[in-house]
């Protein structure tokens, strides 16, 4: 597991560029369309607690990628204080372009391996994708990827509860005082 850092820190691409546009986005926001859809709508605060940063700095990010034309954000229906995020077909069409690493950053680190060290490197990626590749359809077939959904769920629901308690200086909350 120590090597992938280095190959990721070496090849990873930087920025992102609009096929159609030309326009450049930051890898961060590149991420965050990467964790979108273009039919089932996902809750800013669901997407912010998952990339480990604040509904408030994720509104911000939002902000921007609706101005440009990546995202499209309406209220829930059936509450009107969650926010909900879908790709446009602008955004669905830079998440399908990109890639985490750089091809052309890749070809140069290949090129400084030997010709029999460049086959055995790709025959053991060729073994992760297969593993991994069976490892996703455990996962999808197991329903572990629904389990974690519902308990995503199960945590939002908990969250609206807060209404009936008072919060402290402490941070934490207390019942009926």
Not at 50 to 58: F, K, S
């Amino acid at each position: 597991m120590e090597h992938y850092p280095a190959i990721f820190m070496a090849c990873h691409t930087r920025h992102v560029r609009d096929p159609k546009t030309k326009e450049v986005l930051s890898a961060s926001q590149a991420g965050i369309l990467d964790h979108l859809d273009e039919i089932e709508p996902l809750g800013l605060n669901d997407l912010a607690r998952h990339l480990g940063v604040t509904p408030a700095t994720m509104s911000i990010a939002v902000d921007r990628l609706v101005r440009r034309g990546y995202l499209q954000r309406t209220r829930d229906t059936k509450d009107a204080r969650r926010i909900r995020l879908l790709l446009t077909r602008a955004g669905a069409r830079i998440r399908s372009a990109q890639s985490v690493l750089d091809a052309e950053l890749v070809g140069t680190m290949l090129a400084h391996l030997t010709p029999e060290e460049r086959s055995r490197g790709l025959e053991g990626l060729a073994l992760l994708a297969k593993a991994a590749k069976v490892m996703l359809r455990t996962r999808s077939e197991s329903g572990t990827w629904a389990r974690r959904r519902a308990a995503d769920d199960r945590d939002t629901t908990s969250e609206k509860g807060i209404g009936n308690e008072q919060r402290h200086n402490t941070g934490r909350t207390r019942r009926g005082r």
